[in-house]
């Protein structure tokens, strides 16, 4: 999925690799005391975009972002690609 920041009125690209999309996933913000008393669970959740190239997770708070599926994203609205035309590895086609 592609992750639209709304705040800054843009896409989401990975900070480390600069991919586009992303698997959302729940992130629990433990905190010592909840995890000395075995409370984790009660602790609050963030939202976890994990960009699918890299692995990187990036942790959202608050309902600032909106989860775009790619189908519904235009290309061109999307950041560039710094990546674009290489394989896994980071190489330019011969």
């Known amino acids: 999925m592609h992750v639209y920041l709304m705040p800054l009125k843009r896409f989401l690209a990975c900070h480390v690799c600069g ?4 698997l959302q996933r729940e992130i629990k913000m433990n ?3 909840m995890s000395f008393f075995d409370l ?3 602790n609050k959740s963030a939202d ?6 890299c692995g990187f997770v990036h942790t959202f708070m608050g309902n600032g972002l909106q989860w775009l599926q790619p189908e519904n994203v235009k290309p061109e609205d999307l950041p560039a690609d710094p ?5 896994t590895a980071g ?3 011969a």
């Open 19 to 22: 991919g586009t999309r992303f």
């Open 31 to 33: 905190t010592s005391g």
């Open 40 to 42: 984790d669970w009660a």
């Open 48 to 53: 976890g975009a994990v960009c699918l190239r």
């Open 83 to 87: 990546l674009a035309g290489t394989d």
């Open 91 to 93: 190489n330019s086609p």
